[in-house]
């Protein structure tokens, strides 16, 4: 018996990198995962490496910004596992630029993606989950939500949001059975952290206690643990696995 046998899960944005890893995690202790991402053939991907552990996959298509495509795919979902007991907003962009030249738009879209999709996904899975009396929504901040960033103000306003969301959801459903967490990891090795520019990550890598980048199976446990009945007395909790770059 996995820790997770028996539930179903979806994850957001796990075509690749921390929410593929998650994925994986999730089936080798027995779950059901649904994938959602824009990236339809790499979702598929991650959706035969679910399956060769034993477990059933989906693969979804659809921007966790848009209203109607989460609507759609959480539908997809229900149809193809009947419930979904745990949420994993993982899918996230990341972007540069000073506040004092940011485009308006770079700074819409992060809110889109990185924010409005956690509000979007959670609140189409909750009231399953609260009649269930049984959920987990964990969703992926960053440690920039505590720390911040230069050249990074709108990506860590957006983590920050999700532990705000986070934290107050927290306090409305915990009663119902639903417990509600956020990780927040360090730099990781994934395409989003590669596509950062040089001097920056490297900037970044040079504080870091651990003097280098995570990796995704680093953060997969922790995601575990919070879906598992093992994590029940987390409630709006951040776990900040980060190298040491931030100590709480
Ligand atoms: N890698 C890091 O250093 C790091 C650190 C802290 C937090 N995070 C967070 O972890 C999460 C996963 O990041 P990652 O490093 O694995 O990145 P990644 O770029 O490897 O993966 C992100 C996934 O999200 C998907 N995605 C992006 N926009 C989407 C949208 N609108 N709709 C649906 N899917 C979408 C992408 O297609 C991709 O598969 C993100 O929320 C990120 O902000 C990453």
Sequence with gaps: MGK?????????????????????????????????????AEAGQTVTAIEAAGTKGLAVAGDVGDEAAVQQAVAEVLAAFGQIDILVNNAGIDTTSQVAVMPTALWDDMMRVNLRSVFLCTRAVLPGMIERKWGRIISISSQLA??????MAHYAAAKAGVLGFTRSLAYEVARDGVAVNAICPGPVDTELFRNI??????RKLAELPIGRAGRVDEIAPAAVLLASDEGSFFI??????NGGDYMI
Excluded: C, Y
């Design 4 to 40: 997770l046998s028996g539930k179903k899960a979806l994850v957001t944005g796990g075509a690749q990198g921390i929410g593929a890893q998650i994925a994986l995690a999730f089936a080798r202790e027995g779950a059901d995962v649904a994938v959602l991402d824009l990236r339809a």
């Design 197 to 202: 520019p040089e001097d920056w990550r490297k």
């Design 146 to 151: 505590h720390k911040g960033a230069a050249d």
């Design 236 to 241: 709006g909790a951040s776990m900040n696995m």
